[in-house]
């Protein structure tokens, strides 16, 4: 048989046959791919210089990603919360710090005039009740000029009264002393936009500083309520009990 046969032993069929599941197998998922031939170009060190190295090698993945989130991430860090300390330290530094201004004396009058008005009621009804209670005591005087009083005040009128009068002191406790102490307003003072706070602290005074406070009133009244009036052309807008105490009223929004 002429080995030109392609049919034979050793003719092209047999090589076509070597190369097609041999050779080009092997060269194709055994040698070529991962070894030194044209495929390995093509897909073993192209290909793995195209995935391996390029794309999440050194190049992009390695380098670029770390470019990208390391430093990238250092310039997120450090300027914005380390370098530039703008939004704790600056900004909200510089609005905790910044001074109120002293309220004005008409404010605090009618702040005063406000905390008043709310007790008025009970304070009307009270000296009612009290005048009516001692309305059926008759007093009478003698020829000598000796004044005799008979008869009994209404028990329900005087009760009463002496009801309405509780209620003005323990509101008035309550209001200017427990409520102006731990807040720095009272009512009238929240309505008007005033606070009550320690010139040293710049905190309220606290409950047992603020009935002080109240006592010391008194020499506001000494003489002619002239300590009433001193906020007027005081610098601080102090009276002698603010002087006293250490303390100063400020405009500030409404708690």
């Known amino acids: 048989m002429s080995t030109n046969d392609p049919h034979g032993p050793g003719g092209l069929g047999d090589q076509f046959n070597a190369n097609a599941h041999g050779q080009n197998n092997g060269g194709q998922y055994g040698q070529q791919p991962y070894g030194q031939q044209p495929g390995d170009d093509a897909y073993g060190q192209q290909g793995n210089q195209h995935y391996g190295q390029q794309r999440y090698g050194q190049q992009q993945y390695g380098q670029q990603g770390h470019d990208a989130y390391g430093q990238g991430g250092q310039q997120y860090g450090q300027p914005a919360y380390g370098a530039q300390p703008g939004y704790g330290q600056q900004q909200f530094g510089a609005m905790a710090q910044a001074p109120m201004p002293y309220a004005h004396w008409g404010k605090r009058v009618l702040a005063y005039l406000l905390d008043t008005l709310i007790m008025m009621p009970f304070i009307i009804i009270a000296a009612i009740a009290m005048g009516t209670s001692m309305s059926d005591l008759e007093t009478s005087t003698d020829v000598y000029g000796n004044t ?74 000494l003489p002619c309520n002239i300590g009433y009036l001193w906020p007027l052309w005081d610098t601080k807008r102090q009276t002698f009990a603010d002087k006293i105490m250490n303390s100063v009223v400020v405009e500030k929004p409404n708690s």
């Open 148 to 221: 005799t009083t008979t008869g009994s005040p209404s028990t329900g009128a005087l009760a009463l009264g002496m009801l309405c009068y509780l209620v003005v002191f323990a509101f008035s406790i309550w209001n200017l002393v427990f409520r102006q102490g731990k807040t720095g307003q009272s009512l009238g003072k929240k309505w008007t936009g005033i606070t009550l706070l320690s010139e040293q602290t710049g905190q309220p005074l606290g409950a047992g500083m603020t009935f002080v406070r109240g006592l010391a009133h008194f020499l506001d009244s």
